[in-house]
């Protein structure tokens, strides 16, 4: 069992910048997958980035390669979204997950844990 939380959310006027954090709680936090989704008022949930166990691996969806980065710390169970640029179609509730084994996977059905969520306002 693993259990989020992220944090870090808030108002940003556009080009700002924010950094979420998902802090981890259960065993062997470093052999899980990490991956950051977000979903806006009526769209679907849709796939940010992920990283791998060790942090060496990552992936991103090509709305945020290359305005935001994806990073773990496993001595603090927590990983983080660094946020820059920020355009308003950015805002959306983002969500941490976790998944067991060493596919960094983009669908949410491959995630069992799941944070409740953060609220992310890019004012344009």
């Known amino acids: 069992q693993v259990h989020l939380v992220e944090s870090g959310g808030g108002l940003v006027q556009a080009g700002g910048s924010l950094r979420l954090s998902c802090a981890a709680s259960?065993?062997?936090?470093?052999?899980?997958?990490m991956g950051w989704f977000r979903q806006a008022p009526e769209k679907e949930r849709e796939f940010v980035a992920a990283i791998g166990w060790t942090g060496d691996s990552t992936y991103y969806s090509d709305s945020v390669k290359g305005r935001f980065t994806i990073a773990r710390d496993n001595a603090k169970n927590t990983v983080y979204l660094q946020m820059n640029s920020l355009k308003s179609g950015d805002t959306a509730v983002y969500y941490c997950?976790?998944?067991?084994?060493?596919?960094?996977?983009?669908?949410?059905?491959?995630?069992?844990?799941w944070g409740q969520g953060i609220q992310v306002t890019v004012s344009s």
């Open positions: 259960g065993r062997s936090f470093m052999n899980y997958v």
């Open positions: 997950a976790a998944r067991p084994g060493p596919v960094l996977g983009a669908f949410g059905d491959e995630y069992n844990y």
